[in-house]
Structures are given as structure tokens and as C-alpha cells.
């Protein structure tokens, strides 16, 4: 699947340049606020890109959860620091229950249940 290509960081950067010219013609956002955008569309690269080469994707799951997050925050948000560490608690909770059941042990159950034989040096 050729989506991104190979130039992830190519497409980030032509976000970051439309957000920056939107802004210019009228998007009413701020530099903290643009920054933020470009944080989330970086998370959201990251994601795809953890997809489609199957590795890390949990964790790009997590980065993209706290980037919206962010982005909630940036755009007035008013959520209390206990209620954001609740909310990415769950997040990081359920993207650990879904990524157990993508996960393959390297030996059986079975070979990590039997006691091993002492080495004698």
C-alpha cells in the first residue's frame, strides 16, 4: 500500500504549510493552537505509519491519544489534571488489552511452566 509512500515527513510538512496558510487567510488559530495541530497531524503519521509497517502501533495509539488531548486542551477544554490522567489511564489501559491479544509469545506456555536444570560450571 503505497498511501504514504516513503515520504511521511514530506506530508507532515505540507500540513504544517497549509495550516500556516489558512491561518494567514483567516483560520482563526493561534501559534500555540497551530502548533498543536502540527503535534496531532505528527501523532496521526505515526499511527499510520505504525500500521503499515505492523510495529509499535499501541504506542502510536497513546502518542495520538495524548496529541488530541492536547489539541482539546489548546482549544478551551477545561478538564482538571486528575480527569486528563483518568482519561489517558484508560487509554493506555484498553490499547493494552487490544495490543495482549496481538502479541505472540517467542516459546509456548508449556516450555516457560517447566523448571530448567541447574547449570553446574
Do not use: Y
Amino acid at each position: 500500500m503505497k498511501l504514504l509512500g516513503r515520504e511521511p515527513a514530506a506530508w507532515l510538512t505540507l500540513i504544517a504549510v497549509m495550516v500556516k496558510l489558512l491561518a494567514a487567510f483567516g483560520l482563526d488559530v493561534n501559534a500555540d493552537q497551530q502548533a498543536t495541530i502540527n503535534a496531532v497531524a505528527a501523532a496521526v503519521m505515526g499511527v499510520l505509519v505504525a500500521a503499515l509497517v505492523h510495529d509499535g502501533l499501541g504506542a502510536a495509539l497513546i502518542g495520538f491519544a495524548q496529541a488530541a488531548l492536547a489539541l482539546a486542551l489548546g482549544f478551551g477544554l477545561d478538564w482538571s489534571t486528575d480527569r486528563q490522567a483518568v482519561v489517558m489511564a484508560a487509554v493506555t489501559v484498553v490499547v493494552g488489552m487490544w495490543d495482549r491479544t496481538q502479541v505472540i509469545a517467542p516459546i509456548p506456555a508449556t516450555a516457560a511452566s517447566r523448571p530448567t536444570k541447574p547449570t553446574v560450571v
